[in-house]
């Protein structure tokens, strides 16, 4: 029998017990001695409950042990309000980018979301918690003669892989873990596997996985140049399994990349006429510099998306599909960019 204290007066109770006893008819009732649950018991049982790959898992466990439970393991749930959390955020956003408190924010109002749905609260501290302030820094993009200038600093091999995310959208993931048999150039075609389809890096560990969302499941089609690109890059290694490889012929490490091939590149030297390209550019830039080029050369909203592997929401997403007309006109876009591009800068590689 539920049981409750503190009252002052035999009417604030009798106000009470009406109250509970409505709540009860209704199905709304929650017993408040359950949000008096440690919010670190709480996530033992999630955790449990919960099943996601191990890529989603790594991530989920980075911000529970570095951001999440350092600040509410001891926190009673009842008491992790939604004006806790937001100072909690904006206590992250000094040392996190926006995206990733977003992020930590996200799994934090999953975890309480379910702690409403078994009864321990009754309502989400996070839910509809607005955390952008509007100030992001727009990320830089590429142009196509950028592109072009940093294929010349780098390996025949980096360059394909450059060329490729620049003139596909593809991700780093699906790009790294790119086999040769979903590969047709005879098609001009990418197939990006459900089940194997992008390497994931999971406690320093490499492995193919699926790739990041259900949408990711997609065939890039190539414009000519670039099918034929990559059938010069298949002729230097025609025993290969991988697309793109390190120079031992493992998998590509991000950091190992970005540390010896991408931000060299980047850097340039002065001393030899190489100036700086977009120093602060990230590889996942790449895609971002796609999808600019997509929007430049009026590339439809729904083959847009399909592109780069992102689910086209809403009624457009229901009622717009993609056709063989699209897809020729924005390859013949691309080609010209890039034949355009050579002759601009008398570019003879890759």
């Not at 086999?179 to 406690?203: M, P, S």
């Not at 969302?213 to 670039?226: C, D, G, M």
């Not at 931000?263 to 971002?288: Q, S, V, Y």
Request: net charge neutral; aromatic share 6%; glycine share 8%.
């Amino acid at each position: 029998m539920f049981t409750e204290n503190g009252f002052d007066t035999r009417e604030e109770a009798e106000n009470r017990a009406q109250d509970v006893e409505s709540d009860q008819r209704r199905g709304r009732f929650v017993d408040p001695r359950l949000a008096q649950t440690r919010f670190a018991d709480w996530v033992k049982e999630w955790v449990q409950a919960h099943d996601v790959s191990a890529v989603t898992w790594a991530t989920y466990d980075s911000h529970l042990r570095n951001h999440i439970l350092p600040r509410f393991a001891d926190t009673e749930l009842g008491d992790l309000t939604r004006m806790v959390v937001k100072v909690w955020a904006k206590q992250l956003r000094r040392s996190l980018g926006e995206r990733s408190v977003s992020d930590v924010v996200n799994l934090l109002s999953r975890i309480m979301g379910e702690a409403v749905d078994e009864g321990l609260i009754d309502a989400n501290p996070c839910r509809k918690l607005r955390l952008t302030t509007g100030d992001q820094p727009e990320r830089p993009h590429a142009t196509a003669a950028q592109i072009a200038g940093l294929a010349t600093r780098v390996s025949p091999d980096n360059a394909a892989l450059i060329v490729t995310a620049a003139y596909t959208g593809l991700r780093w993931g699906e790009l790294t873990g790119l086999q040769w048999t979903r590969v047709d150039t005879g098609n001009a075609e990418i197939r990006v596997d459900g089940k194997d389809g992008a390497l994931h890096e999971v406690g320093g560990t490499l492995t193919l996985g699926p790739p990041k969302t259900p949408a990711s499941v997609r065939t890039v089609h190539l414009p000519e140049f670039l099918a034929d690109l990559l059938d010069q890059h298949h002729d230097r290694h025609p025993a290969a399994r991988f697309v793109f490889t390190g120079t031992d012929g493992g998998f590509h490490r991000r950091s190992n990349f970005r540390r010896r091939v991408w931000l060299p590149a980047l850097r340039g030297d002065t001393a030899t006429g190489r100036p700086r390209i977009n120093p602060e550019m990230h590889f996942h830039d790449l895609r971002h510099t796609h999808k600019t080029w997509l929007i430049e050369d009026r590339v439809p909203e729904v083959l847009q998306h399909k592109r780069i592997g992102h689910k086209f929401h809403g009624v457009m997403g229901v009622y717009s599909h993609v056709t063989q007309p699209m897809i020729d006109a924005m390859l013949a876009a691309l080609q010209h960019r890039w034949e355009q591009t050579r002759e601009q800068t008398g570019s003879t590689t890759p």
